[in-house]
């Protein structure tokens, strides 16, 4: 999508520091990290929010979310653990509408949000 700033992170139109990368996904450290760790997962194909997939989405959700904790053990995540989230649409807090996993970790998180 031409004005989604997550499509021109993926495009290259924007820097980011990318994580990882294959055909599907893309993880790039957040740019304003609200912890240590702080980095965003997201698919290369444009996709709103969680609640716009479809059945034919679940591999890639699985994908997804097997990439972010596979990305979040290579940076000293595995024996603390991280938080896995994904925002949706206004009442989750979701200010960029294009799809993306948040993992934050390396400190301890409050638990439940305000
Ligand atoms: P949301 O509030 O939609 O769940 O999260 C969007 C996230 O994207 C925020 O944590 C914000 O810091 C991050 N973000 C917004 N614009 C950019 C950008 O241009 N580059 C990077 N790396 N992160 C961004
Ligand atoms: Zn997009």
Redesign the pocket.
């Known amino acids: 999508m031409s004005d989604c ?1 997550f499509c021109k ?1 993926i495009r290259g139109e ?1 820097p ?1 520091k990318k994580i990882y990368e294959d055909d599907e996904t893309l993880a ?5 990290p609200q912890s240590p760790v702080h980095f ?1 997962l997201i698919p290369k194909r444009h996709i709103r929010n969680i609640m716009e997939t479809e059945a034919a989405d679940v591999s890639l959700l699985g994908a997804l979310l097997y990439r972010a904790q596979e990305v979040a053990k290579t940076l000293g995540c595995e024996e603390n653990g991280a938080r896995f989230v994904v ?1 949706c649409k206004k009442d989750g ?4 509408d294009h799809l ?1 996993i ?1 993992v934050l970790g390396g400190r301890s998180l409050d638990w439940p949000p305000g």
């Open positions: 700033i992170i924007i980011s790039f450290y957040d740019a304003t965003l925002n807090g979701q200010t960029v993306h948040h």
